[in-house]
């Protein structure tokens, strides 16, 4: 058996803790104004989004309504007077394929003909529709990639 210097260790055995994680597709939040309970704003239309009140689905697995890999978030806004009681708003969030008008990444908006505010958003990483925080499966591939290329770069 030969031995191996200390960074060739770490390097193969962080090749091999990221062979080892679960590969999955994308998880989003799935949720729509139009199916919250009476007085309850589960969606974040008007109150601030409760990423408590909602888990992430697959999108790729049984419990997401629309199969795909981005995640999407679509906002609606009357302008005021439109509605007696004054303003109303709209939320949905879910997973997508592709926008009709091939935004893939980032925001588009605009109006529709009655004044009606619209907003769409998709973006491709987990839990993107509901402000996610960075992981540590990519914080160790970083680090991992990182090791790597110096190694590459201080050998002659």
């Known amino acids: ?23 999955s597709a994308i998880k989003c939040y799935q949720c729509s ?6 007085g309850e704003d589960l969606c974040g239309a008007y109150e ?4 408590t009140k909602n888990t992430a689905v697959e999108c790729l697995g049984e419990e997401a309504h629309a199969l795909g890999t981005f995640c999407y978030k679509k906002i609606q806004q009357s302008p005021r007077g ?7 708003r709209s939320v ?9 008008r091939g935004v893939n990444w980032g ?4 109006y529709h003909e009655n004044g009606v505010y619209w907003e ?18 990519h914080l160790v591939f970083v680090f991992c990639a990182t090791v790597g290329v110096l190694r590459h770069l201080l050998v002659f």
């Open 82 to 88: 439109f509605i007696w009681d004054g303003r109303w």
């Open 33 to 38: 104004t139009s199916d919250d309970p009476k």
């Open 1 to 23: 058996m030969t031995d191996l210097d200390p960074v060739t260790l770490l390097v193969k055995t962080c090749v091999l803790l990221a062979c080892l994680f679960e590969v």
């Open 48 to 51: 601030y989004y409760d990423k």
């Open 107 to 110: 925001c588009d908006w605009g």
């Open 92 to 100: 949905e969030r879910r997973c997508a394929q592709i926008s009709e």
């Open 120 to 137: 769409e958003c998709y973006c491709a990483e987990d839990n993107c529709n509901g402000a996610p925080k960075a992981g540590l499966v």
